[in-house]
């Protein structure tokens, strides 16, 4: 059964930084990325990395300010956010497959200014 579990969101000050964990079990996945939705918003691409770890594509927001990586030993992706914005601020969703048709449950990132 294919289960993506994340974690590593929490609360942080403007400027600082988190490094969301996805792992997954059951299969590896081509390609793994994140979303976000924040309240009102539609939720909307982050990031995302094939299993080669190459070719990664990132939302215009968050160029320059968050990377993706992944442990395919550890079935596991990574987003590491730095300089974070209020704006930030929302859940953030592992998704995996080649549509992005599994999901993770979400994990909450509060950015105070």
């Known amino acids: 059964q294919v289960q993506l579990v994340e974690s590593g969101g929490g609360l942080v000050q403007a400027g600082g930084s988190l490094r969301l964990s996805c792992a997954a079990s059951?299969?590896?996945?081509?390609?793994m990325g994140w979303f976000r939705q924040a309240p009102g918003k539609e939720r909307e691409f982050v990031a995302s990395i094939p299993v080669s770890g190459g070719r990664t594509a990132y939302a215009d927001t968050v160029k320059g300010r968050f990377t993706i990586s992944r442990d395919n030993a550890k079935n596991t992706v990574y987003l590491q956010m730095n300089s974070l914005k209020p704006d930030d601020t929302a859940v953030y969703y592992c998704a995996a497959g080649t549509i992005f048709n599994y999901w993770g449950q979400g994990t909450q990132v509060t950015v105070s200014s």
């Open positions: 059951g299969r590896t996945f081509y390609r």
